[in-house]
C-alpha cells in the first residue's frame, strides 16, 4: 500500500504563487503515474497535471503556462502554481496510479487552496 501526505495549501492573493507537494511512501515502488486532482465546492473532481515515472507531464488547459508538476526520485510529487487565479481555488488532491489495474489509485487527504480576487 501506498499513503499520500499532501502539504502547501494556504490563503494566497490573485496573482501570488503556492507549491504544493506530496509525500509518498510505504510500496512506492508500485507506482506508476502520479498527478494532482482538484474540487471546488459543487464541481466533480478534475485533472489539473499528471506525470509518468519517465517524467512526461500533460495539464488542464485551464492552467497550462501557469502550473508545473514535477517528480522526485523518491515520489515525491510537486505543484508549482505561479499567477493564481480565483478560479484556481479548490481542495488538491494528490494521486498516484499503481503497476497494477487491479489494485485502486491511492489518494492523499487533500490541502486546501483559496486564491483571493
Known amino acids: 500500500q501506498v499513503q499520500l501526505v499532501e502539504s502547501g495549501g494556504g490563503l494566497v492573493q490573485a496573482g501570488g504563487s503556492l507549491r504544493l507537494s506530496c509525500v509518498a511512501s510505504?510500496?512506492?515502488?508500485?507506482?506508476?503515474?502520479m498527478g494532482w486532482y482538484r474540487q471546488a465546492p459543487g464541481k466533480q473532481r478534475e485533472l489539473v497535471a499528471v506525470i509518468t515515472r519517465g517524467g512526461n507531464t500533460n495539464y488542464a488547459d485551464s492552467v497550462k503556462g501557469r502550473f508545473t508538476i514535477s517528480r522526485d526520485i523518491a515520489n515525491t510529487v510537486y505543484l508549482q502554481m505561479n499567477s493564481l487565479k480565483p478560479e484556481d481555488t479548490a481542495v488538491y488532491y494528490c494521486n498516484a496510479a499503481p503497476n497494477s489495474p487491479f489494485v485502486r489509485d491511492y489518494w492523499g487527504q487533500g490541502t486546501q487552496v483559496t486564491v483571493s480576487s
Open positions: 510505504g510500496s512506492i515502488f508500485s507506482i506508476n503515474d
